[in-house]
């Protein structure tokens, strides 16, 4: 089976950087997803990492260690907008499962 | 392109009724998959398909079927609608889940919100 692991809320100022934690028990692994869901919305596609390292997309970046089980989403230059739930996601051999989500509130 | 498309929007059933939500894409994608999402929860998966013809189950299977007669679409049926099923339906589409990213870069529609009373 698989489990992902991920705080439940995270606070931030308007700005500032923001990490979000992942880690997740797979058996078996072939990359780690980010998605981002506003409330009300659907979940949108923000990055996927199948080798450790950092890629980035902008104001967001996304790290994975497949050796420590261990990922994050990294958001830059806070804004607003960014307010919103982000989930990450295991894709094994054909399944997908996510964690519970990070709700991340921007204040001013 | 429309991307993905679901249908209806929003419903309402009581116990014991049974309905489809339809789910289309217009992007030729091979892997098409179903979730639920339950108030501050993530997302589960319900089923999913590979391609056109084939089916599995995947995290919460029961009381739903799907079929994949064609690569554009893939209905969810509700055999007998409980309270339990109250929840919010999302269909996402990917690139087939053999070449690289596949199921890890998925495409959602805008979701069926269900009420079973």
């Known amino acids: 089976g698989q489990s992902l692991e991920q705080p439940s809320e995270v606070t931030a100022v308007e700005g500032a950087i923001v990490q979000i934690n992942c880690t997740y028990q797979t058996s078996g692994f072939y990359g780690l997803s980010w998605y981002q869901q506003h409330d009300g919305g659907a979940p949108t596609f923000l990055s996927y990492n199948a080798l450790d390292g950092l890629e980035e997309t902008g104001r967001f970046s996304s790290f994975l260690s497949r050796s420590d089980s261990y990922g994050y989403l990294l958001l830059q230059e806070l804004q607003m907008k960014d307010s919103a739930s982000y989930f990450c996601?295991?894709?094994?051999?054909?399944?997908?499962?996510f964690g519970t989500g990070t709700k991340l509130q921007v204040i001013p | 392109n429309a991307g993905v498309t679901q249908t209806p929007k929003f419903q309402v059933l009581k116990t014991g009724q049974s309905m489809t939500l339809q789910c289309a894409q217009d992007m030729n994608h091979e892997y098409m998959s179903w979730y639920r999402q339950d108030p501050g929860m993530g997302l589960r998966l319900i089923h999913y398909?590979?391609?056109?013809?084939?089916?599995d189950q995947g995290e919460v299977p029961n009381g739903y079927n799907v079929s994949r007669s064609t690569t554009e679409d893939f209905p969810l049926r509700l055999l007998s609608a409980a309270p339990s099923q109250t929840s919010v339906y999302f269909c996402a589409s990917s690139y087939s889940s053999r070449t690289s990213g596949g199921a890890g870069t998925q495409y959602f529609g805008p979701g069926t919100r269900l009420t079973v009373l």
């Open positions: 996601a295991v894709r094994g051999v054909e399944k997908v499962t």
């Open positions: 398909s590979v391609g056109a013809g084939i089916t």
